[in-house]
């Protein structure tokens, strides 16, 4: 999932995983925390790991209930990101959890998911 906007201020959010689905009741996630940040060297604002700083707000988001079709019970782990020493925010990643979610919801309930992230977005 990546967050970026093509107007005005440029939000900068990247994070990856993967759902395993299961018969369980619950969501379990799995959040991964880097003490390790890559700088890259073709874009040397940008950054490889996800700090704390970035984690929180993230799993915030990840934990609000979405206005549309919700994640089935199973094992949501991430542990990808990237952000922007210039771009990114607390804000952005907390969006970008609720949006994942979101898609993952969708795409579990064979929905459209350009609807969804839509419906997200006007709440």
């Known amino acids: 999932m990546e967050l970026t906007r093509f107007f005005g ?6 994070v990856g ?8 009741g619950s969501l379990v996630i799995d959040l991964h925390v880097s003490t390790d940040v890559e700088t890259d060297l073709q874009a040397p604002v940008t950054r490889a790991g996800l700090p704390m700083e970035f984690a929180r707000p993230l799993l915030c988001g990840l934990l609000e209930q979405p ?4 994640v089935p019970a199973g094992s949501l ?6 952000y922007s ?19 993952l919801g969708a795409m579990a309930h064979g929905a459209d998911v ?6 997200e977005l006007e709440n």
């Open 17 to 24: 995983g993967e759902f395993t689905p299961d018969r369980g």
């Open 67 to 70: 206005s549309g079709f919700d």
């Open 9 to 14: 201020t440029v939000p900068y959010a990247v």
């Open 85 to 103: 020493e210039l771009s990114s925010s607390p804000r952005s990643f907390q969006t970008t959890g609720r949006l994942f979610r979101a898609v």
């Open 114 to 119: 350009e609807s969804a992230v839509h419906r």
């Open 77 to 82: 782990r991430v542990d990808r990101g990237v």
